[in-house]
């Protein structure tokens, strides 16, 4: 059964943070990590002839993350990749370690130079289960996490320009104690 081909008439990828951020970690992954022939999001088929070693990632979890309060969206997003080698090499298994260990230090406090996006978390590889589609293939999996922020800074005081909202503490407050007020940005 050979696959259908792809039409040139598919609906474009809909423009989102998370299209920039895969965007983002191909390009990273592929300049950080040249001993991979392949780095790859959400790869449609594992086939035979695919070039070796690879390197195949997805977002596969959203949960809520942390509300930062200023109208976007925080999701805590967990990444799964699969680094694959050829089995037949001269000590495959540690291949793949010393490969899943290559792209674990990639991961270290990796924001992929996006400024909605907080740094990786809770990263860990493991030896990859057999799959059978894969079985001249030995692989290691690394996981890992981070907060993704959708959508656009909201300011909710339509009648009030950013920068005019102003705080004080008592007994600090009121006439005669304006130069203590402070803007939310410099009690942070």
């Given at each position: 059964?050979?696959?259908?081909?792809?039409?040139?008439?598919?609906?474009?990828?809909?423009?989102?943070?998370?299209?920039?951020?895969?965007?983002?970690?191909?390009?990273?992954?592929?300049?950080?990590?040249?001993?991979?022939?392949?780095?790859?999001?959400?790869?449609?088929?594992?086939?035979?002839?695919?070039?070796?070693?690879?390197?195949?990632?997805?977002?596969?979890?959203?949960?809520?993350?942390?509300?930062?309060?200023?109208?976007?969206?925080?999701?805590?997003?967990?990444?799964?990749?699969?680094?694959?080698?050829e089995s037949s090499r001269a000590l495959a298994p540690l291949?793949?370690?010393?490969?899943?260990?290559?792209?674990?230090?990639?991961?270290?406090?990796?924001?992929?130079?996006?400024?909605?996006?907080?740094?990786?978390?809770?990263?860990?590889?493991?030896?990859?289960?057999?799959?059978?589609?894969?079985?001249?293939?030995?692989?290691?999996?690394?996981?890992?996490?981070?907060?993704?922020y959708l959508g656009e800074t909201e300011w909710p005081w339509?009648?009030?320009?950013?920068?005019?909202?102003?705080?004080?503490?008592?007994?600090?407050?009121?006439?005669?104690?304006?130069?203590?007020?402070?803007?939310?940005?410099?009690?942070?």
């Amino acid at each position: 059964m050979q696959e259908p081909p792809i039409s040139s008439d598919e609906p474009p990828v809909i423009p989102s943070e998370l299209k920039q951020l895969h965007d983002a970690m191909t390009a990273t992954l592929q300049a950080e990590l040249p001993q991979f022939q392949l780095i790859e999001a959400y790869p449609k088929l594992v086939k035979e002839g695919m070039a070796l070693p690879a390197l195949l990632y997805a977002a596969t979890n959203f949960a809520p993350g942390d509300d930062p309060g200023d109208g976007r969206l925080c999701l805590k997003v967990t990444f799964e990749s699969l680094v694959l080698l050829e089995s037949s090499r001269a000590l495959a298994p540690l291949q793949a370690a010393i490969l899943a260990s290559k792209l674990m230090k990639v991961l270290q406090q990796q924001y992929w130079k996006l400024d909605f996006v907080g740094p990786t978390d809770n990263a860990q590889a493991m030896p990859a289960e057999f799959v059978p589609e894969l079985a001249r293939c030995i692989g290691w999996a690394v996981q890992w996490q981070q907060d993704v922020y959708l959508g656009e800074t909201e300011w909710p005081w339509e009648n009030e320009p950013p920068g005019s909202l102003v705080f004080s503490f008592d007994p600090d407050t009121g006439p005669g104690n304006e130069d203590l007020y402070r803007e939310p940005e410099a009690l942070a």
